[in-house]
């Protein structure tokens, strides 16, 4: 069975910064060259909105 390597998380990632960055990964999948400002993420981070729901937020349709 192939094990999955994951990136070792830093002691200094927070919660928010995984979200932003997972946010930005499945944008550059979706093809879109646009970069999400952290004031745009923020607000969706704070009301606990599910990353799905925040890239179909942002035109992006990866992992609906």
Do not use: H
């Amino acid at each position: 069975m192939n094990r999955i390597e994951l990136p070792e998380k830093s002691p200094w990632d927070s919660g928010f910064s995984i979200f932003r960055r997972r946010i930005r990964e499945q944008l550059q999948l979706c093809s879109q060259d646009c970069f999400v400002e952290d004031d745009v993420l923020l607000p969706y981070y704070r009301m606990g909105e599910s990353e799905t729901y925040v890239l179909s937020a942002l035109g992006c349709s990866v992992g609906l």
